[in-house]
């Protein structure tokens, strides 16, 4: 494989992609409403920070009380810009993976329709170079999408002289780079069908119909699975209708009294109870998280929520708590190229 021709085919993709009227519709359709999202992100943005500003005044206020022990005024966090971004999840999570299947669902069924795929290999181009290239070239179209997106809400932020802070710049790339493999993962799987089916419509198909069943059933069939792996939750201890008082006479150094005595069996069975019931919620949440690791959506959701929202843990240690969402983003897609790429190289052109 050349590379130079790689890219060849990987910036005819991307050429071809950016004068598709349904790519662009869908895309300034994704920018509006990111715009939407971002004007809602504003209102929660300036509430938090007014927040911030009274609860900063009467700490101020009462700083003599704060210096003898007040613990309930310490100086408030201020609210991050991030709160901003998280608005644009939700809409990452539909429209941006609907403009991912629509860049990738006809990339080879295009050339199978027109014919133009067996005079495309008559050229001195291989077919590792045509199918790796056009993978590039969706994808490379994708992460200007992300970038055009996050640059016209970051200018805006600008505009209204809300300037991001060196750490939340970092926070919003970061963001960016794990809104990019969640639209590669869906791309991945229409390339993958466009591949193996024949026509487009069908590839359109298959690729709403895996993203239907991932994004609705998955969660619900991760939920069951959980339940049924762990089991029946434990059961709480029954009380006793009528509880009998008992007495301990108790006699000492200063005197003899009655003492009321303890119920330290029933304690003892809810002391039991609460921690069968932590260890059955830990393990039906574990089995539940290996399923929808499977998701491209769960893992974006819990991943981009640790990014956007301000967090008591520095960002390396947040991210490391979800490690394994970063690495279903990375696994889902790699599979399915990996599918389309052997698919393409013994596909029999005609």
Same mark, same amino acid.
């Given at each position: 494989?050349?590379?130079?021709?790689?890219?060849?085919?990987?910036?005819?993709?991307?050429?071809? $992609?950016?004068?598709?009227?349904?790519?662009?519709?869908?895309?300034?359709?994704?920018? *509006?409403?990111?715009?939407?999202?971002?004007?809602?992100?504003?209102?929660?943005?300036?509430?938090?920070?007014?927040?911030?500003?009274?609860?900063?005044?009467?700490?101020?206020?009462?700083?003599?009380?704060? +210096?003898?022990?007040?613990?309930?005024?310490?100086? @408030?966090?201020?609210?991050?810009?991030?709160?901003?971004? +998280?608005?644009?999840?939700?809409?990452?999570?539909?429209?941006?993976?609907?403009?991912?299947?629509?860049?990738?669902?006809?990339?080879?069924?295009?050339?199978?329709?027109?014919?133009?795929?067996?005079?495309?290999?008559?050229?001195?181009?291989?077919?590792?170079? *045509?199918?790796?290239?056009?993978?590039?070239?969706?994808?490379?179209?994708?992460?200007?999408?992300?970038?055009?997106?996050?640059?016209?809400?970051?200018?805006?932020?600008? *505009?209204?002289?809300?300037?991001?802070?060196?750490?939340?710049?970092?926070?919003?790339?970061?963001?960016?780079?794990?809104?990019?493999?969640?639209?590669?993962?869906?791309?991945?799987?229409?390339?993958?069908?466009?591949?193996?089916?024949?026509?487009?419509?069908?590839?359109?198909?298959?690729?709403?119909?895996?993203?239907?069943?991932?994004?609705?059933?998955?969660?619900?069939?991760?939920?069951?699975?959980?339940?049924?792996?762990?089991?029946? @939750?434990?059961?709480? @201890?029954?009380?006793?209708?009528?509880?009998?008082?008992?007495?301990?006479?108790?006699?000492?150094?200063?005197?003899?009294?009655?003492?009321?005595?303890? +119920?330290?069996?029933?304690?003892?069975?809810?002391?039991?109870?609460?921690? +069968?019931?932590?260890?059955?919620?830990?393990?039906?949440?574990?089995?539940?998280?290996?399923?929808?690791?499977?998701?491209?959506?769960?893992?974006?959701?819990?991943?981009?929520?640790?990014?956007?929202? @301000?967090?008591?843990?520095? $960002?390396?240690?947040?991210?490391?708590?979800?490690?394994?969402?970063?690495?279903? $983003?990375?696994?889902?897609?790699?599979?399915?190229?990996?599918?389309?790429?052997?698919?393409?190289?013994?596909?029999?052109?005609?």
């Amino acid at each position: 494989m050349i590379t130079e021709r790689t890219l060849t085919v990987s910036g005819k993709e991307f050429s071809d $992609l950016f004068t598709s009227r349904r790519f662009l519709l869908i895309f300034f359709l994704y920018l *509006i409403i990111a715009m939407v999202g971002t004007g809602q992100g504003l209102e929660r943005y300036d509430y938090a920070l007014t927040s911030y500003n009274d609860a900063l005044q009467a700490a101020d206020e009462y700083r003599d009380l704060q +210096d003898l022990g007040a613990w309930w005024l310490e100086m @408030p966090e201020r609210p991050s810009v991030l709160l901003i971004f +998280d608005s644009m999840v939700g809409t990452t999570v539909t429209l941006g993976a609907l403009l991912a299947i629509a860049a990738g669902f006809d990339l080879v069924t295009r050339e199978k329709e027109s014919r133009s795929l067996k005079t495309l290999l008559a050229h001195p181009v291989y077919r590792d170079e *045509i199918i790796v290239g056009k993978a590039l070239g969706g994808a490379a179209a994708l992460g200007v999408v992300v970038g055009l997106v996050l640059a016209a809400i970051t200018g805006l932020l600008l *505009i209204l002289s809300i300037v991001p802070t060196a750490a939340e710049v970092v926070s919003i790339l970061l963001f960016g780079a794990i809104s990019l493999l969640f639209l590669v993962a869906w791309f991945a799987v229409a390339l993958a069908f466009s591949t193996v089916t024949q026509e487009s419509g069908n590839a359109l198909i298959f690729t709403l119909v895996i993203f239907f069943v991932i994004s609705s059933l998955l969660p619900v069939l991760g939920a069951m699975v959980g339940v049924a792996v762990a089991g029946p @939750p434990p059961q709480l @201890p029954e009380t006793p209708a009528v509880q009998e008082l008992t007495f301990t006479y108790v006699s000492n150094a200063t005197g003899s009294y009655v003492a009321p005595g303890a +119920d330290s069996g029933r304690h003892e069975a809810l002391r039991e109870y609460q921690e +069968d019931l932590a260890a059955y919620t830990k393990k039906k949440s574990v089995v539940t998280n290996v399923v929808t690791l499977l998701s491209p959506q769960k893992s974006y959701q819990t991943v981009a929520n640790i990014i956007s929202a @301000p967090q008591e843990r520095s $960002l390396p240690e947040s991210l490391g708590s979800v490690w394994a969402g970063v690495v279903g $983003l990375i696994v889902f897609p790699s599979v399915f190229f990996a599918a389309a790429y052997g698919k393409f190289m013994r596909m029999d052109i005609r």
